[in-house]
């Protein structure tokens, strides 16, 4: 399934958008073939919600560091062509962070850059809560970050703890845009359903206005993520 395939699946199971995340655009993608997806999700009635990226930014300054700023930067023009209100960013990895607040400062920084080059373009960045980074200390990064354009991508399924949902109360009055996971995990590494009545409710409370955006990573998605789409479909539209 190219992402041609993945909008004209969307549309098929009357989804309103489609989030096209840039693992999965072939290496020669260029204007040209942006173009003509953009047109192409257009003429389906998909709305391109969003691309994501994966960066790190919880390294020390140099070259990498650099690097990882100019392809986000990158990205940003990619979503701005796509006409996208967002773009997912990761702030770096916990291990990381924890090897001096000096790995902090420079991710937030890095942020604060491609914050004012986000603004320009009229982009949301939204951090996910990804690599093990803690609520707090997600929730600090955004705060410390000086600009109107960021946010945090709250990804439902990315806090290990034993206490989940009161990470995704924490984090939600931030979120630009959300991701919802069929899966939660306990610290120990094991699965267990989601509420997403539970999940929407946490998002009504904090006045999110944005996509919601089903993420499926288990076994047989062909088979399991239409089910999986009503089953969210129906926790929103009965709130």
Known sequence: MDLFSFIDYCADHGCDGAELTAYFLPPNADRDYFNRLKRHAHLRGVSITGTAIGNNFSQ??????????????????????????????????????????DRVDNAIAALNECADYAGEKGIFIGVENHGGITSDLLVEIIESVDSPWIGINLDTGNFFTNTPYK?????????????????????????YPADFDRVVSILESANYQGFVTLEYEDKDPLAHVPEQIERLRAAINHR
């Open 60 to 101: 020390p300054k140099g070259d990498f560091l650099d690097e990882q700023v100019r392809q986000a930067k990158q990205w940003i023009d990619v979503a701005a062509q796509f006409n996208a209100p967002h773009v997912r960013f990761f702030a770096g990895e916990m291990h990381e962070f924890a090897e001096g607040r």
């Open 167 to 191: 990470d995704l109360e924490r984090c939600a009055p931030y979120a630009v845009n959300v991701q919802v996971k069929v899966s939660m995990q306990t610290p120990e590494g094991e699965k």
